[in-house]
């Protein structure tokens, strides 16, 4: 049985830092593309970085690129999301993502989610 747990999630003032973690079982996650997406209230759910399956080569959303940091631990079967300076615009509930064939993005996720872990940023 596939498994995908978020964790860290929480609330923060504008210009906090998060930590988010996805620890995932039941697939090779060494063989697999990891990406987190996320949804804002009233909102779709939108891409918001993805990672190779060795995690040499990262991509972001326009709106987080340079705060977020997307990172793939293949020893703790963990990926991660760094969000620093955090504004009240990335309130969402985040989920994370597995595909084995390509990295997830605005194009397209792969089949395997997440419950999701809400951030809720304040002004």
């Known amino acids: 049985q596939v498994q995908l747990v978020e964790s860290g999630g929480g609330r923060v003032q504008a210009g906090g830092s998060l930590r988010l973690s996805c620890e995932v079982s039941g697939l090779p996650f060494a063989d697999h593309f990891m990406g987190w997406f996320r949804q804002p209230p009233g909102k779709e759910r939108e891409f918001v970085a993805s990672?190779?399956?060795?995690?040499?080569?990262?991509f972001y959303s326009d709106p987080v690129r340079g705060r977020f940091t997307i990172s793939k631990d293949n020893a703790k079967n963990t990926v991660y999301l760094q969000m620093n300076n955090l504004q009240p615009a990335d309130t969402a509930v985040y989920y994370c993502?597995?595909?084995?064939?390509?990295?997830?993005?605005?194009?397209?996720?792969?089949?395997?989610w997440g419950q999701g872990t809400q951030v809720t940023v304040s002004s």
């Open positions: 993502n597995a595909d084995y064939y390509q990295p997830p993005s605005a194009r397209g996720a792969g089949p395997y």
């Open positions: 990672i190779t399956h060795a995690g040499t080569h990262t």
